[in-house]
């Protein structure tokens, strides 16, 4: 059955510091997300990706943050400067259909900002 | 404000020991309600979609079922391996970007 990839599975980066987080979507699959769960809290939204722009950002999803699909496979989330409230699960999502919410969700990162 | 609200928190049962979780939800034009299942440290798997009050979908041991308001996991006779967080989404009314807001699950733990 084909899997959404996160990697990497546990990122620990100092205060400040800037992080990547990759995903690699199923390949036919064209609408891309980014959720994040702070331990013991809700599933977030933080943006939705479709036909290479960002279609929608959440409050969260402020300048610190950015995504970019760099080729025909990866999508990445990007922090410019971590901030310990950062610290959370991180998953990427996607979907063939915009109206088919029934996602496939990769088995997250989890960031540890020290 | 869009919400969803999902009961109980938490939930321990006995083998064999059937159960429903409840989800209810604020949106005012309902796009389809989503079951996922999370395990420990995984993304969530999804589950069901229902689309109207009345719709019923089953897999294995559950089965969800959709009312105007809200929405029910039954689980019959739970085996060990149904222990996990059951989380329950809806589009909020404001976007079409396929954005989901969630409850903040039930965790199911099913006892031998």
């Known amino acids: 059955e084909p899997e959404v990839t996160q990697t990497p599975s546990h990122q620990v980066t100092q205060m400040g510091q800037e992080v990547i987080l990759r995903c690699v979507p199923i390949?036919?699959?064209?609408?891309f997300y980014w959720y994040r769960q702070i331990l013991g809290q809700k599933v977030e939204f933080l943006v939705s990706f479709y036909n290479n722009e960002i279609s929608e950002k959440s409050e969260i999803f402020d300048d610190q943050f950015s995504v970019e699909r760099p080729d025909g496979s990866n999508f990445t989330l990007k922090i410019r400067s971590t901030k310990l409230e950062d610290s959370a699960m991180y998953f990427c999502?996607?979907?063939?259909?915009?109206?088919?919410?029934?996602?496939?969700f990769g088995s997250g990162t989890r960031l540890t900002v020290v | 404000e869009d919400q969803v609200t999902q009961s109980p928190e938490a939930l321990r049962l006995q083998e064999g020991e059937s159960s429903s979780l409840n989800c209810s939800y604020t949106?005012?034009?309902?796009?389809?309600l989503f079951w996922y299942r999370q395990d420990p440290g995984k993304g969530p798997e999804f589950l069901f979609t229902l689309y109207s009050a009345g719709e019923e979908k089953e897999k294995e041991r559950l089965k969800a079922t959709l009312t105007k308001k809200e929405s029910f996991l039954h689980i019959t006779a739970p085996k060990p391996e149904d222990s996990a967080t059951y989380l329950c989404?809806?589009?909020?009314?404001?976007?079409?970007?396929?954005?989901?807001?969630f409850g903040q699950g039930t965790t199911l733990q099913v006892k031998p």
């Open positions: 390949s036919n699959h064209l609408y």
């Open positions: 999502a996607s979907t063939r259909q915009r109206a088919n919410y029934g996602y496939t």
């Open positions: 989404a809806v589009p909020p009314d404001s976007s079409n970007t396929g954005k989901l807001i």
């Open positions: 949106v005012s034009g309902l796009r389809g």
